[in-house]
């Protein structure tokens, strides 16, 4: 089979990962201190923890689908795309700034992700 | 172990320079890799006995595969592993030791799952090497600014 159809599968893996982790930094903000005692720290913490477990559970199960179907070389690469993501969800979650080296470098991961992409 | 993981960080960490790669560290690093490296390669031999089988069927038989069982086993340590080196060592010296896993898991589905890399592919991952040093290096210019880089890091795989 043409790997390229499983694009959508491990894409969706990797954008699934990527979201549980920002949903694992969330509760982790949520969380703040555990001076209230544990029961309070749990509350704020488990919305999103429980979302991001979610979120970690559907990446691997299209992960194991995806690799019933692709080479491990073609599908491994993709996952340098949650740096991106990481990059991204900074930019735009917590307002950093995008300075020059963060996006060259991520411009070379998404080049090097195409050429991956193109290589069957 | 998820508590851990959700305990807030510690600020004391963030002073540049005082989170130096010590053996231990690197020990931590080498056994996240190893584990997400072989992680993939158990998962990727498990499935494709069943590249045939669709839908429930598929998972049935991942679950029932011991060499499936074993890589989300391996995927899990490897995360929390890696997430405990987040806290002890800079992006800036994480993301090219983590940036080894692609390497590895190329070079050995070529040798031991037997799979063809065409030169493209391996181009690829080069410019994906290249993009994760220079991404580290901005983590450099990142955390000379307060607070900006913390606990940002990506886990492996």
Redesign the interface.
């Known amino acids: 089979m043409n790997p390229q159809t499983l694009l959508p599968v491990i894409l969706g893996s990797v954008l699934c ?1 990527i979201c549980g ?1 920002v949903s ?2 969330t ?2 903000n949520n ?4 001076a209230d005692g544990w029961v309070a720290f749990a509350k704020r ?1 488990l919305p999103a ?1 429980l979302v991001g477990l979610l979120l970690y559970a559907s990446s ?2 299209l ?3 995806a ?3 692709v ?4 599908a ?2 993709f ?2 795309l ?2 991106v993501g ?2 991204l969800a ?1 930019r735009f979650r ?1 307002a ?1 700034t995008m ?4 996006i ?17 | 172990m ?1 508590a851990r ?5 510690k600020t004391e960490s963030a002073a540049p320079g005082a989170r130096t790669l010590t053996m231990g560290t690197l020990a931590l690093v080498g056994f996240s890799v190893l584990m997400s490296v072989s992680a ?2 158990a ?2 031999h498990g ?2 006995a ?2 045939a ?1 669709s839908g429930l069927a ?2 049935r038989a ?1 679950f029932e595969s011991a060499w ?1 069982l074993a890589g ?1 086993a391996g ?1 899990l340590l490897a995360t929390v592993t890696w997430l405990k080196v987040l806290r002890r060592i800079d992006l800036v010296v994480a ?1 090219p030791l983590g ?1 080894l896993s ?1 390497v590895f ?2 070079f050995f ?2 040798i031991l ?1 037997k ?1 063809h ?2 030169l ?2 391996w ?16 983590e450099r ?2 955390s000379a600014r307060p607070r ?2 913390e ?7």
Do not use: C
């Open positions: 990962a982790q694992f930094k509760a982790t969380a703040g201190a555990r913490a923890l691997m199960l992960w194991i689908f690799l019933a179907r080479e491990l070389s073609f491994f690469p996952v340098s949650s740096y990481i990059l900074g917590l950093e300075h020059p080296s963060r060259w470098g991520a411009a070379l991961i998404v080049g090097g992700v195409v050429l991956v992409s193109l290589s069957s | 998820l993981m959700i305990e807030p960080e993939q390669l998962l990727r499935m494709v069943h590249q089988r598929l998972f991942a499936v989300v995927y993301y940036s692609f898991v190329t589905s070529a799952l799979e890399v065409p493209l592919r181009l690829g991952i080069s410019l994906i090497l290249a993009g994760i040093l220079v991404v580290a290096r901005g210019v990142a900006a880089a606990n940002r890091g990506v886990p492996p795989s």
